[in-house]
């Protein structure tokens, strides 16, 4: 059986309209307000729905991992609705707002725990921060090899066989098992999940690890820190040009892009 761990974040519905985001100034952080909704990032999907494809054609057993301080579980059920076997809580006040580096140290040791696994597959960034670097930092802290940005994952042979997606194309790499690939949005969306299937989520068991079931009892030193987050102000001007008729008033609208630098 190949045994597949996915990392998966609750975020703030990054679909949800710029106007109903809020930054809390003290924590440099967004706040959740009653217009957004918590949801599972979305290139966390794509990594879930590779795992998903992989289980579809081989024997494998996929477990879903999530770290964070107050974990929305009605929201993370989802992977067990879309077909993942197993749900791990990593849940406790020391996880709150973490950098990549804190995370990834985190995340390796919870997968250690686990045990059994031969590929570990992450979203290739978050909605959020966009920082894409918890992948290869739990990567480097087990010494296994990484492959980042893939549209497309195969398992073959002894390893995993990976079209990487580029500028400029496709690249295919291989490596051996076990590994970590960070997924795409290109591989393509979680597949849909019926309503039953979704009720029937909200109550499968969940296991949940706090700091003290890790054996971790403090955090190494942060390597990044927000230093300010704030919502970029627009303003907008609107002159009216006009002219007796449309020719004076195009020529009157050349001259003031000319003057604006332009044309």
Not at 28 to 38: A, D
Request: charged share 25%.
């Amino acid at each position: 059986m190949l045994n597949i761990v996915v990392t998966v974040k609750q975020v703030l519905d990054p679909e949800a309209p710029v106007s109903t985001f809020k930054i809390d100034p003290e924590a440099n952080r967004p706040v959740s307000t009653p217009g957004i909704p918590q949801v599972l990032n979305p290139y966390d999907e794509n990594a879930l729905e590779a795992a998903l494809k992989l289980k579809d054609a081989h024997h494998c057993k996929v477990v879903v991992i999530s770290l964070g301080a107050k974990l929305a579980k009605a929201v993370l059920r989802k992977c067990l609705a879309a077909g993942a076997d197993d749900l791990f809580l990593l849940e406790d006040e020391l996880f709150r707002d973490l950098d990549s580096y804190c995370t990834a140290f985190v995340l390796a040791i919870a997968i250690k725990k686990i045990g059994q696994w031969d590929l570990i597959l992450n979203g290739r960034l978050a909605a959020d921060t966009t920082a894409g670097e918890v992948g290869s930092g739990i990567a480097e802290m087990m010494q296994i090899p990484s492959v980042t940005v893939a549209g497309r994952i195969e398992i073959a042979g002894e390893g995993v066989r990976v079209e990487r997606v580029v500028a400029d194309g496709r690249e295919l790499v291989e490596a051996p098992l076990p590994a970590l690939v960070t997924i795409s949005h290109e591989l393509g969306e979680l597949r849909r999940i019926s309503l039953r299937k979704l009720t029937a989520a909200q109550d499968k068991p969940t296991t949940t690890w706090s700091s003290h079931d890790l054996g971790i009892e403090s955090l190494p030193i942060r390597r990044t820190r927000m230093l300010k987050l704030w919502t970029p102000q627009k303003e907008t001007r609107c002159e009216i040009v006009e002219g007796k008729d449309e020719v004076k008033a195009g020529t009157k609208l050349a001259l003031k892009l000319r003057d604006v630098g332009i044309i």
